[in-house]
Each structure stands twice: as C-alpha cells, then as structure tokens.
C-alpha cells in the first residue's frame, strides 16, 4: 500500500465513525424528545382550577399621576388574582402585561378579560382569555 492509500483509508476510517457518533446523538435527542412528551401532561393534569374573570381596572384612572396608571393596573390585577384566587405566588403571563400597556402608561384599557389557572403546588398563572 502506497503513502496516499493509507491517508485515504484513514480518512474514510474516521469520515465512519462520525457517522456512527451523530447517529447515536440523534437517537439520544429522539429519546429524550419522547421522554419530554409525558412531562407536559403531567403540567396539564396538576391544574386544580381554572376560572375566567373580567377584572375591572378603572380605579387605576383615580390616581394622583396620569404617567403611574399602567403601573397601578397591574398591580390592581394582581389585587384582584390575590383576593380571589388564595395563591401563594401569582405569574402573569407577558400577553396580560403587554395587553395592559398596549396604549402606554397613560391609557391603560378600563377591563381585562383573564384566564387564572391554579395548580397543586397553590401556584397561580394568569391568561388573557381568548375571546
């Protein structure tokens, strides 16, 4: 065998066994692909309650400044989600929080239509609803 057949033959020889390494990476992500599946089920399943409300954000124009109102809005419907929902921690989704400030700190929307949703772990996540 010539010096340039045996370069060739390692090349090939190596060109193999990273094909052999990518295949078992992609069966490892098809994997944990079909793990990660039951996962978010399970997120689903722990939902113990599921309300919609229209949370009324006209006391936000009462206050002293006009540039605090979005301000007082969100934390007037996190009042609302506290008083009614008993969670020990609220999230609001960003879809809520931009909804709120569509119109900028002045103008905040006078209601807000929202989805709560209450897990087992007393966790609270607010929606907008749709609709």
């Known amino acids: ?8 033959e390692e ?6 066994e990273d094909e ?3 295949e078992e990476i992609e069966e490892e992500r098809e994997e944990e692909h ?3 599946a039951p996962e978010e089920e399970e997120e689903e399943e722990e939902i113990i309650d599921e309300r919609i409300y229209t949370v009324p954000l006209r006391k936000a124009y009462w206050t002293g400044s006009r540039l605090r109102r979005a301000n007082r809005a969100v934390r007037i419907l ?5 008083r009614h929902m008993k969670p020990e921690e609220i999230v609001i989704q ?4 931009e909804r709120i400030w569509s119109r900028g ?14 897990n087992e772990d007393n966790l609270v996540r607010v929606y907008l609803a749709e609709g």
């Open 34 to 36: 079909v793990e990660a």
């Open 20 to 22: 052999i390494e990518t």
């Open 78 to 82: 996190r009042e609302f989600v506290q």
């Open 94 to 97: 960003k879809e809520v929080n």
């Open 105 to 118: 700190i002045q103008k905040p929307p006078r209601r807000v239509r929202i989805r709560v949703t209450k």
């Open 1 to 8: 065998m010539t010096p340039d057949e045996e370069v060739i």
């Open 11 to 16: 090349e090939l020889v190596e060109e193999k």
